[in-house]
T-cell receptor, first 114, second 112 residues
Framework: KQEVTQIPAALSVPEGENLVLNCSFTDSAIYNLQWFRQDPGKGLTSLLLIQSSQREQTSGRLNASLDKSSGRSTLYIAASQPGDSATYLC?????????????FGAGTQVVVTP | DTGVSQDPRHKITKRGQNVTFRCDPISEHNRLYWYRQTLGQGPEFLTY????????KSRLLSDRFSAERPKGSFSTLEIQRTEQGDSAMYLC??????????FGPGTRLTVT
């Protein structure tokens, strides 16, 4: 069974520290990969999309990398702020034709304390 | 563009009752997706439409679940004879071809 694993499950850091969130896959068949943010009781907001031909994407304080050979993706959040507190989910497309059909990890719950 | 909307936001029902949820995608988005998310887990894909055609259904979607998108705009997800195991957040998302996928706020279902 293909699985998406996110480590750690939860993380608490003081404001200003950098965050490193990990996502791994049981097989290396990776197509597009996205990182999402989910606030409590809310829907998902897309943060970064890494297409299968890319190695990383950056947006502001966020940087996501993709290593297809090892089946891993990492999301870096620089200089964390209390507003970054949320659950972060990684998701990969299942096949080349399955745009929008994602396989999600369980997420990493992040708390940034002032 | 007001984003993806879902109605109702919360639904409490008794076991055995039928429930129906509605999703309004972003205008002109041709693809619409339904996901289910239980507490502490990531969303699980249920089904998706391209225009009015339902192109794929997950094995998670038992015979008690049915989804429609009759005119290629809004979609409904119906659960018949609800069970306690159906309690979850039901998320809808939409996209225009292979552009960004936008999620709605979800409908939280509680079956008592």
């Amino acid at each position: 069974k293909q699985e998406v694993t996110q480590i750690p499950a939860a993380l608490s850091v003081p404001e200003g520290e950098n965050l490193v969130l990990n996502c791994s896959f049981t097989d290396s068949a990776i197509y597009n990969l996205q990182w999402f943010r989910q606030d409590p009781g809310k829907g998902l907001t897309s943060l970064l999309l890494i297409q299968s031909s890319q190695r990383e994407q950056t947006s502001g304080r966020l940087n996501a990398s993709l290593d297809k050979s090892s089946g891993r993706s990492t999301l870096y959040i620089a200089a964390s702020q209390p507003g970054d507190s949320a659950t972060y989910l990684c998701a990969r497309e299942v096949t080349t034709d399955s745009w929008g059909k994602f396989q999600f990890g369980a997420g990493t719950q992040v708390v940034v304390t002032p | 563009d007001t984003g993806v909307s879902q109605d109702p936001r919360h639904k409490i029902t008794k076991r055995g009752q039928n429930v129906t949820f509605r999703c309004d995608p972003i205008s002109e988005h041709n693809r619409l997706y339904w996901y289910r998310q239980t507490l502490g887990q990531g969303p699980e894909f249920l089904t998706y439409f391209q225009n009015e055609a339902q192109l794929e259904k997950s094995r998670l979607l038992s015979d008690r679940f049915s989804a429609e998108r009759p005119k290629g705009s809004f979609s409904t997800l119906e659960i018949q004879r609800t069970e306690q195991g159906d309690s979850a957040m039901y998320l809808c998302a939409s996209s225009l071809g292979k552009t960004g996928v936008y999620f709605g706020p979800g409908t939280r279902l509680t079956v008592t």
